[in-house]
């Protein structure tokens, strides 16, 4: 069975010319690459193969389908960044910083260039569609949380937080963190002021509401 919980198909034929982790990597890698030029449901698995210099019995030892491949991804990005944000997080010298430094590095990841894309790729309303069938988004956004919930909890602890309710704070933080910031930043801003702005708004109406 391989990480994506599907029983992994023995398939007679060639050998590989790939170990397997690199196979994965090649499949994911030029699936991300599709997904930033066109349309989820524009790509198919012919493109996803030529992309990748691999043949149909390479993709099936890894993935069920191209949309398992795709719910690959997205799982593979929220664990990474649930570990970006638990190390901003654990930083932190209190509670009420720590919920801070989750809002900052969850507006990097809306903000900067370097993410911008990746982000996008799940604006997509295909991918989204799939994605949100396979019941994935409960498990990024769990990803995502438990740093949150961590700060608020600390906070309670050190006096810097006042939240009685932390799982709800932190579900409403990432609601507005995570949501159209089109009512913050305005759409004409550029990309940093845009930025600021959303950091002030946000951090001080999160901050005030759960402030000891």
């Given amino acids: 069975m391989d990480a994506t919980g599907l029983t992994t198909k023995n398939v007679g034929g060639r050998p590989r010319r790939f ?11 030029a699936t991300k690459q599709l997904l930033r030029s066109r349309p989820y449901d524009e790509i198919n698995l012919a493109d996803i193969l030529a992309s990748s210099g691999l043949h149909t019995r390479a993709f099936y030892r890894h993935f069920a389908s191209k949309d398992h491949l795709l719910l690959w991804i997205y799982e593979e990005n929220g664990k990474e960044l649930g570990r970006i944000l638990e190390t901003r997080v654990v930083a932190a010298t209190s509670g009420a910083d720590a919920v801070g430094a989750w809002i900052d590095e969850m507006l990097r990841l809306r903000f900067d260039p370097r993410s911008v894309g990746h982000v996008a790729i799940f604006n997509d309303a295909a991918a989204r569609g799939v994605i949100e069938r396979l019941g994935v988004p409960r498990v990024a956004k769990k990803l995502m949380l438990d740093p949150l919930l961590d700060a608020i909890e600390r906070g309670r602890r050190d006096g810097t937080v006042g939240s ?38 946000i951090s001080d109406f999160a901050l005030r509401g759960i402030g000891p």
């Fill in 19 to 29: 170990d397997p982790d690199t196979e994965r990597d090649l499949l994911v890698r």
């Fill in 164 to 201: 009685t309710s932390p799982h709800a704070h932190a579900s409403f933080i990432w609601s507005l963190v995570w949501g159209d910031l089109d009512w913050v930043t305005g759409s004409r801003r550029g990309r940093e002021e845009g930025k600021s702005t959303a950091r002030r708004v």
